[in-house]
């Protein structure tokens, strides 16, 4: 499976992972770092992480990175690990109130939202959705999400979250669905949203100006995403 990626200071980021089926992780995760503008790229370790990880989140933030959730050996965690860039040291922040992996997340400018996942207390999916506020270091529940979300995306585009795609392991069902909920008035609920051109699970989501691009996944859920890895790249834009 893969760990978690992602662009920040012209830099490229990866952590943790599995080396080997079912999901074993590297007992000697690291952090490493790739700089495409460099003579001669190349990966380089920054640092070992605190323990073995994977099927976590992460993204970065004002010289840091972060790390959400995930699996460690036989536990779910709901840590939310911290990494300077500058001063090479890890921390933490109030962890999330549901361990989980297999989730996704999306930032705004002063919160942290994320969304369904994993566990052995949740099942195969989850409807729950969670909140960081960055300033008072605090989670809130959002209200719960219309389908089973596990393998998904999601972005927030002009004060409204968006989650969409993913699998339910249990029908084999791969979800097309896309919905937003208005993150000034929750109470709201949740508003269908134009569908993905393909259902998908186990994608990466890449936010570009207006729109979000869905890049790779399986065509199949469960296990069988493995044998339908895709090299696909679409585009999906929110209602106006």
Not at 33 to 45: Q, T
Not at 200 to 229: H, M
């Amino acid at each position: 499976m893969a760990a978690g990626v992602f662009e920040g200071r012209g830099q490229v980021f990866a952590t943790g992972g599995y080396s080997s089926l079912p999901f074993n992780q590297d007992p000697d995760g690291a952090l490493f770092a790739f700089s495409p503008s460099d003579e001669e790229p190349e990966w380089r370790e920054l640092s070992r992480l605190p323990g073995p990880l994977g099927q976590h989140a992460m993204f970065y933030r004002e010289g840091k990175l972060w790390l959400i959730g995930g699996q460690s050996g036989d536990r779910t965690l709901g840590t939310i690990r911290t990494y300077d860039l500058a001063s090479g040291e890890w921390g933490e922040v109030a962890p999330m109130p549901t361990p989980r992996h297999s989730h996704a997340f999306a930032v705004s400018e002063d919160k942290l939202y994320v969304t369904g996942g994993r566990s052995d207390k949740l099942g195969p999916f989850a409807t729950v959705i969670e909140a960081y506020d960055f300033a008072s270091d605090s989670w809130e529940s959002l209200p719960d999400a219309p389908f089973p979300l596990a393998g998904h995306g999601a972005a927030v585009f002009e004060g409204r979250l968006h989650v969409f795609g993913g699998e339910n392991v249990r029908t084999e069902d791969v979800f097309t669905r896309h919905v937003s909920l208005d993150l000034t008035d929750p109470a709201r609920g949740w508003r269908e949203e134009v569908s993905m051109i393909a259902g998908r699970p186990g994608f990466a989501t890449v936010r570009l100006g207006d729109t979000a691009w869905i890049l790779g996944g399986g065509e199949l859920a469960g296990w069988k995403t493995l044998g339908s890895v895709t090299g696909t790249a679409f585009p999906l834009k929110p209602n106006r």
